[in-house]
């Protein structure tokens, strides 16, 4: 058994997240977790609501809100749709509690005390109409390398660089697009050459093991190559004070990605805190046969790939300038960065401001979320962009969850209680059906394989390949013809053995299907909770009595192991209702106009 970290993506808390976000973070991280616990691991699921920064700053003002209060709202609506859409973190936290604001602090001082901070003048990014602070990825323009005129100020995305707002060729804002004044400013910037060999080493030793996706590799490699000083605080009054004497009045606050990507760890001492060992985080984080997994979009490979490898390289003294590890003891770096393309929406980017959006709890006050999963993880965008369109997850949900899956439970169970009102005892077994249950049970090694290597997409195709092996089944022994006190035993040995694969395909597709995976095993007779479900739960800020926030969290020691489970002889079987709900062209035609605006 290995302690297993999954450290998901921190969302933004500027708004609701839409299914864009979590085909890329939310889903595959939940499904990989529900798979590494149910096949022993002891696992570890950490992430929050990323709160600070400056775009926080201008929604806030433009809702007539403190930051506090915006990302208060915010928060607890991220929680409840991550909740319902059966998100197993076993802690989802914020950057705001006091106890996230110490641990960035702390990894601060450890970076400066080894020497891997050095102080700069450089040109800031200020709004010449309203005198703040521009962030970086909010400043467009063209790249000075390659021509690309969408350029970040942050990086180049087509030739993956690294870059600095006054590098742009023709610089706008993306808020009002107006021409930013750069101004000299004062900065400690994270001295990313120093770490260089360091990093380049990590990701030799990363590439050799096969896991990563290619892309991200390639794109890990090629900002290695340009590799550069970097600002890790801001002109701004909102976010984590910088912990010197000089600095803690000063209107200047940490960077947010450098106080975001320590949420993991963070989030970690939190989630021991509250689980009464307050050093039980250390077993994720100070073991390096710890399997640390970590999960966002593509666009943040930069971020997890070098900002935070080299931030645990300079805390743990492992960069050219040496140094000691810092109050954590000798962290790990991360075992593999699991990055996502991008998902699109009937063909076109997800636009919150146009409207072009599917946001996840509304969404799933029509649809259900084991169907919205489902959807996410067959057209998941693993190493190409896929596309979200209404038709498509019609046809899914119809044709495969309805026609395929929902259809075997139905057809099984209704047949049992309709002749036996029991699961039967089986008589003897014939060659088919040895066949399909060898072949259905041999699915655990392959599915589980799959998913341990983050192909998803690839270990749902293959359980609903045997799903529709078991269909085939039922359509070649007939047990619907099977009648007569002559046939009696080969009926019971056909519906148990359809029972039984029934009962291991369930198992299989429930880190896919959480919610309905307790209906299945309920429609079958069965007691056992097959997939738990996490809760929000309102808690006290540990180091600071006068707050309180919602987290996500749950038990999910419950759930059953990945491997074959005999069903139950004499549970009780009732005639079942639908698992899955159909969608018909009006259905489809109503999502559209609700969620989607006119293609240009």
Not at 86 to 110: I, K, P
Not at 207 to 228: C, D, H
Not at 515 to 520: D, K, L, P, Q, R
Request: one cysteine or more; charged letters at 25%.
């Amino acid at each position: 058994m290995s302690k297993v970290l999954s450290a998901v993506a921190w969302p933004y808390a500027n708004g609701p997240r839409h299914l864009g976000h979590v085909a890329g973070f939310g889903v595959p991280s939940d499904v990989y977790s529900r798979y590494m616990r149910m096949a022993g691991h002891d696992v570890l699921m950490v992430s929050g609501s990323d709160e600070h920064g400056t775009p926080i700053l201008v929604q806030a003002e433009a809702e007539g809100k403190t930051p506090q209060e915006f990302v208060d709202a915010n928060h607890r609506r991220i929680c409840e749709d991550f909740v319902a859409l059966g998100l197993s973190y076993d802690l989802y936290t914020r950057t705001t509690t006091a106890n996230h604001h110490q641990v960035v602090r702390e990894m601060f001082t450890a970076v400066h005390d080894n020497g891997y901070f050095v102080e700069q003048t450089q040109l800031g990014a200020i709004s010449p109409s309203t005198g703040r602070t521009l962030p970086d990825r909010y400043i467009e323009g063209t790249c000075p390398l390659c021509g690309d005129d969408s350029a970040r100020g942050d990086q180049c995305d087509n030739c993956g660089n690294q870059l600095d707002p006054a590098d742009l060729i023709d610089p706008r804002s993306r808020l009002n697009g107006e021409t930013p004044q750069f101004v000299e400013t004062n900065h400690f910037l994270l001295d990313l050459p120093a770490l260089a060999e360091a990093l380049g080493e990590w990701l030799d030793g990363r590439e050799a093991t096969g896991a990563w996706r290619p892309n991200v590799i390639a794109f890990s490699r090629n900002i290695l190559k340009e590799i550069r000083p970097r600002a890790m605080t801001r002109d701004i009054d909102w976010g984590i004070r910088v912990p010197l004497p000089d600095w803690e009045d000063a209107p200047k606050r940490l960077y947010v990605w450098f106080d975001a990507v320590i949420g993991y760890l963070s989030a970690s001492i939190e989630w021991a805190r509250r689980s009464g060992d307050p050093e039980a985080w250390r077993s994720w984080w100070n073991d390096p046969e710890t399997i640390s997994s970590y999960f966002m979009g593509k666009d943040n490979i930069v971020f997890h790939s070098q900002i935070w490898p080299a931030e645990l390289l300079a805390h743990n003294g492992q960069g050219s300038k040496g140094g000691e590890p810092g109050p954590y003891g000798e962290l790990v770096l991360p075992t593999t960065v699991v990055s996502t393309e991008f998902m699109t929406l009937e063909g076109k980017q997800f636009s919150t401001s146009r409207g072009h959006v599917i946001y996840v709890g509304d969404v799933m006050q029509r649809q259900q979320p084991d169907a919205i999963r489902y959807y996410l993880s067959a057209v998941a965008p693993e190493t190409a962009d896929a596309d979200f369109s209404w038709e498509e997850f019609a046809r899914r949900t119809n044709g495969e969850l309805v026609a395929g899956w929902g259809n075997l439970v139905n057809r099984t169970a209704s047949m049992i209680a309709k002749n036996l009102g029991e699961i039967p005892q089986p008589g003897e077994l014939q060659e088919v059906d040895r066949a399909l249950l060898e072949t259905v049970r041999g699915g655990f090694a392959t599915v589980g394989g799959l998913l341990e290597r983050f192909r998803n997409r690839q270990a749902l195709a293959e359980a609903m390949r045997l799903v529709g092996e078991a269909n085939a089944y039922i359509s070649t022994t007939e047990p619907f013809k099977l009648k007569g006190e002559e046939n009696a035993e080969r009926l019971a040995t056909v519906l148990w053995t359809c029972a039984q694969a029934v009962t291991d395909l369930n198992t299989m597709l429930s880190p896919f299907l959480p919610h309905t995976a307790n209906e299945v095993e309920r429609a079958l007779g069965g007691e056992l909770l097959i997939a738990p479900s996490p809760r929000t739960e309102e808690v006290t800020d540990l180091d600071d009595p006068s707050r309180s926030y919602p987290i996500i969290t749950g038990d999910y020691t419950a759930g059953v192991r990945w491997e074959p489970r005999d069903v139950v002889v004499g549970a009780p079987v009732a005639k079942p209702t639908p698992i899955f709900r159909k969608l018909d062209d009006e259905a489809v035609a109503r999502e559209r106009e609700l969620t989607t605006a006119p293609v240009a």
